[in-house]
């Protein structure tokens, strides 16, 4: 209960799903990563990014560099 005092989003899960997803209308829209992947020589295209991983693109929150996961790629 201490972690959660300090840090309420400390077991937040880091993929939340979209509501469309959830809904099931459409298969584009799994998913947003949370705080982002941090991912330096990867290029997001191996298991190493947290979001390639996961089946989603990486987003604004993002912290890569050189990233090759991205909408259009």
Do not use: M, W
């Not at 705080?35 to 020589?41: M, Y």
């Amino acid at each position: 209960e201490a972690t959660l005092e300090r840090n309420p989003n400390a077991f937040r899960p880091k993929i939340a799903s979209s509501p469309a997803a959830r809904g099931g209308q459409d298969e584009e829209a799994v998913g947003k990563h949370n705080k982002g992947c941090h991912c330096k020589k990867s290029g997001c295209l191996k298991k190493y990014c947290e979001c390639f991983q996961a089946g989603i693109l990486c987003s604004e929150n993002c912290k890569c560099n050189d990233c090759k996961n991205f909408e259009g790629s």
